[in-house]
């Protein structure tokens, strides 16, 4: 399972960096996908990234604003966001996703073993 963190509360127009480290395993072995979820609505897919050298994913509402990085060294993938707009709250959860070794890209498919962590929560706000 993955912990994530860094979320906090920002201005619309404002940056955060979230972090996702794994707990007790190599991340670097792992595709992870970036999800987000607001009350009483399903978990909404944002980014992934692969083991590969494929281009990482981005869903179309954070496309250009948001960029998924690995440091395979800290086991830590990474979710910079600028640009953060209120429909960007929500609570941001890191899972391990599937891959392609044909394509070398991820897919916003959770692992069937991967569980749900607590989660960071961001409220972008003026």
Known sequence: QFRESGGGL???????????????????????GWFRQVPGKEHEEISCISTYDGPPYYANPVKGRF???????????YLQM????????????CVVVSESPLTEMCAM??????????????????
């Open 82 to 93: 600028s640009n953060l707009q209120p429909e960007d709250t929500a609570v941001y959860f």
């Open 10 to 32: 920002v201005q619309p127009g404002g940056s955060l960096r979230l972090a996702c480290t794994a707990n007790g395993f190599s991340s670097k072995l792992y595709p992870v």
């Open 109 to 126: 498919r959770r692992d069937i073993y991967a569980s749900w962590g607590q989660g960071t929560q961001v409220t972008v706000s003026s």
């Open 67 to 77: 960029t998924i990085s690995r440091d395979d060294a800290k086991d830590t993938v």
